[in-house]
């Protein structure tokens, strides 16, 4: 795969994962990948967690169910980020950003867009809907057969100073070179966030992966090869939509948008 192809193809991975385990050299592959990134000084600021046994991915996937039903239980999850979500094709053409809720079930795409209101969000949680997203999220983290979690040291992560800033930046571009390798392998890959969203979860989270005071945990990634046939989740979206060129880019000043142009990818 060259690298425009690789750029081009990149995207998050919602669905399940083939369970055969990824193999060693694989692992290391993405790990390897991941420091060929720049860092400041080449200070390599990240640690990396590979979590390939089943009894720690499983209390992984059991804080990532429970805390993706609290999240939608307390109402925060979409209040915090439904400016994120688009309803219709028209709306996205618009907007070209944010994530396009194009798979949801049969009984509810008629009320589509006020499903994500607070009032019908109290009521489908009440029904149990929460805990069903919820379990499906677990199942989703529990069958991937790889979890990886990025590290920074607080050596260099200072939170506030300078340093804390470049260790980010540097681990968003390790993250990114993990990202394109696994497309690289046939792999998937998607982000575990929801608890990191509650502290007392995300603080559950650290114990059970062992992190020492000198580390600080940053994110948790699950993994795996693809599967010959994509199955979607109960409600799913689509975000490989872009803005217009225009819309992001300026020649010498913010005040001159640079003019669209077709797509060079
Ligand atoms: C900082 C950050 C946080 C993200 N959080 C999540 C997440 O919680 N769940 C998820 O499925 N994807 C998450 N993503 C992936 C984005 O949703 C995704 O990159 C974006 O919608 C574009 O889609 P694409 O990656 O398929 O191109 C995150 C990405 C970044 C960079």
Redesign the pocket.
Known sequence: MNLREAIRT???S?GHFDPRPVSLEHQRMLVEAAERAPSHFNSQPWRFVLIDDPHVRSKIASIGGRTMTQLIEGGSFFTRYRKYFRFSQEEMDERRDG?FIDQMPMALRPFIKQVFSDNVMNVLSKLGVAKLLGEDNRKLIEGSPLLLAALLTKEEYKPGELSGYYCTLSLGMAIEHVWLMTGELGMGI??V?TPMEIPEAWEELKTVLQVPDDLELMAVYRLGYLPPEKQRPRIDWR??HRKRLSQIAFRNTCANPEPDAPSTL
């Open positions: 990149r995207k998050t919602n994530i998607q982000f966030s975000s490989d």
